[in-house]
């Protein structure tokens, strides 16, 4: 959800060290009216018993892409974040390995170190590897009582899928996973960070100038009205303010692949 505080203060998601494109993607959803009436509504049908979290959120990752998971008690903890592993790279999907592949393997649970959560999302059980690094994602189709082989569809990301599936091998061998793929580089992290900081001075009802003397420079404050109508400042806060629009309401989902 969107930080209650002042909107000129860096947003939550600036403070994690191991933030990854799809922390990120979360935070725009997170500010989407939409979404977040939706959300409330799966909280309360959960409350009342009418639904589990996990089917809650299993419908709510469906339609959304990713979500919070719709447990009352740990409500918007970005942790315990679900998304589609059709349209996230970095999830693994795990299933069992055709008879004639020569598979003897078991996974060990143990093998995958700390657990942060389970939970079954639709036909898969989804399980979330704790790390410092950045947590992995794991979609398990079946049970762990048999050789698994890893999913890796031939699409868009193969690279991404393939640098997953390497830390997940490193983690089964007991190698420190390492740091994940898809994480924004320092300037294109700071850029998405700053059309977060947009989202919630709009909402807190900033005008562009404001947002502009805030995000941009200190000396628009200074400009005469005519100044301010013809300058780089109020272009770039423009379009600054339709891109965070655009990712707020659907364009999220390009983050997701590291777009």
Known sequence: MPPERDWRAPPDEAGSDALAYSDI??????????????YSRALRRVKRGTITADDATTRLVRRWGISFHAEPATAFDPKLAVARPDLSPTNIVLAPAPTDFGATQIIDEKQLGAIRARMRIGKYLHVILA??????HIWIAGALDGPLAMMLPIDADPFARLAAAERLCRRLNGVTAGPP???????????????????DGLQAGATQRELATSLIHQKVRRYSAADWVESRERKRVRRWIAEAVDLRDGGYVRLLRGG
């Open 131 to 136: 790390d410092s690094d950045g947590d992995e």
């Open 181 to 199: 793929t898809l994480r924004p580089p320092p300037f294109r992290r700071l850029h998405l960070l700053t059309l977060l900081q947009v989202l």
């Open 25 to 38: 993607a979360l935070g725009y959803l997170s500010r989407n009216p939409a979404y977040r009436a939706d």
